[in-house]
């Protein structure tokens, strides 16, 4: 999926008396470096509510973390978006307009936003529905993700390996032996040791796993009967008798072999795998299943019923409808959320801006606040140039704060990277 960054850079300068020049000066720096320069009409500036000081710094602090979390928002819709849809190369927009559109000719909502509201109140409505989203977002995402995880395993049923694979379509009920005394085992033998296998399967009484077994069994019988002990369950008869029994039960697993000769039946075969179906006592099946493994083939269970009770065809089908419906649902959800979302975040990006530059040139509020679109990869030179042309701004914050008592403390928010000119960035990669 190719991705689409949206680099615009919304710019502050005060007006110094001269809005109209002001604007033009900008625009004039920024075009003459090749950049793009757009104006801001009608934004409610005057109205806004500045509130105190203390308030306007501690939302400062605030804004940065929401402005982050609401990116994230913005471009999980869309990738989400453009996941679902064939033709990736197309944005979402925003109210019928591009994401160019909106942001070069952005205009406040007085409608959603109230300029006479405590800017506060603006900035929670902002994040409460940025966090609506998310979370709806989420949901939405992992009901999808829940079904592609059940037809991914229904796809490794059929194309993977015999290690994994179902082995219904591989067995019919003439292959398969389950009685009072005999019962089958489907044994998953690595292809090159094949021949191997035929020549010991029947054997394996005489590997050194038949032995490892009964050491096995031995000393979990020893630990249960320690546990007895301590427990002081059950007359000294009656351990005596289980002890004999277990015994006699010994002697006689010792005595007679597991696997019915010459019952091995080769049932299919894959690239890596050979499924081989062998007959052997009932009792023997936990013995016959550790001793196989201990010589380097695995024996899956299987119960003759999954061939009545599973249908995994049936099942594709189903999920396969469910996930096209689920894929719709979210695709028109992400569509129809975005141009919210994305108007949200550029309200909170406004008032960012707004509050950074009451913050930076003090009050009445008079200043302008423009976008800007750099040229892509000369960002940098942009700045520097920038820098120059309005290095007298950041002079004279420097003479006003040194005639008051807290020239020591930066009010502008930006401590990271300080500007002669407020600039908050809307960088995003959809």
Request: some cysteine.
């Amino acid at each position: 999926m190719t991705t689409t960054e949206i680099c615009y850079w919304m710019i502050s300068i005060p007006n110094q008396g001269n809005p109209t020049k002001t604007t033009q000066t900008l625009k004039s720096n920024v075009e003459g470096r090749g950049g793009e320069h757009y104006a801001l009409q009608k934004l409610p500036l005057q109205r806004l509510k500045v509130g105190t000081l203390d308030k306007l710094i501690a939302l400062s602090d605030d804004l940065g973390r929401v402005d982050a979390s609401s990116k994230n928002v913005v471009s999980k819709l869309h990738r989400t978006y453009a996941e679902l849809e064939d033709s990736t190369g197309q944005l979402l927009s925003v109210y019928n307009k591009s994401i160019r559109g909106y942001i070069t000719n952005f205009l406040w909502d007085e409608g959603h936003f109230n300029p006479r509201a405590q800017l506060r109140d603006l900035v929670q409505v902002i994040h409460s529905n940025m966090v609506k989203t998310a979370e709806h977002l989420r949901k939405w995402s992992a009901a999808l993700s829940e079904i592609e995880n059940k037809l991914a395993a229904i796809e490794r049923k059929k194309t993977g390996s015999l290690m994994n694979r179902s082995l219904g379509e591989y067995i019919s009920a003439e292959d398969w032996y389950h009685g009072e005394y005999l019962t089958s085992a489907l044994v998953v033998v690595p292809t090159p040791k094949m021949d191997q296998f035929m020549a010991h399967y029947e054997f394996f009484e005489d590997t050194p796993a038949h032995k490892a077994y009964y050491e096995m069994l031995n000393k979990r019988a020893e630990h249960e009967e320690a546990v007895e002990h301590e427990a002081g369950d059950g007359s000294a008869e009656e351990k005596e008798a289980l002890k004999g029994q277990k015994a006699k039960a010994k002697a006689q697993d010792l005595a007679c072999r597991v696997v019915v000769p010459d019952s091995a039946k080769r049932l299919t075969a894959d690239k890596e795998f050979t499924l081989v179906r062998v007959l052997l006592l009932q009792r023997g099946y936990p013995w016959f299943k550790y001793v196989a493994m201990k010589n380097g083939y695995a024996v899956r269970d299987f119960d003759i019923a999954e061939l009545e009770d599973c249908d995994d065809e049936k099942e594709l089908r189903e999920l396969q409808k469910k996930q096209a419906s689920q894929k719709k649902k979210l695709k028109l959800f992400c569509k129809n959320t975005f141009s919210e979302t994305f108007a949200n975040w550029m309200h909170l990006k406004l008032i960012r801006c707004f509050v950074e530059s009451v913050l930076r040139f003090g009050l009445p509020v008079d200043f302008t606040i423009s976008v800007v679109k750099p040229v892509k990869g000369k960002e940098q030179q942009m700045l520097k140039v920038l820098e120059q042309k309005y290095a007298f701004l950041l002079d004279k914050i420097l003479q006003d704060k040194g005639k008051g008592s807290n020239d020591d403390i930066d009010y502008s928010g930006q401590l990271q990277s300080f500007f002669p000119f407020v600039m908050v960035k809307t960088k995003v990669d959809l």
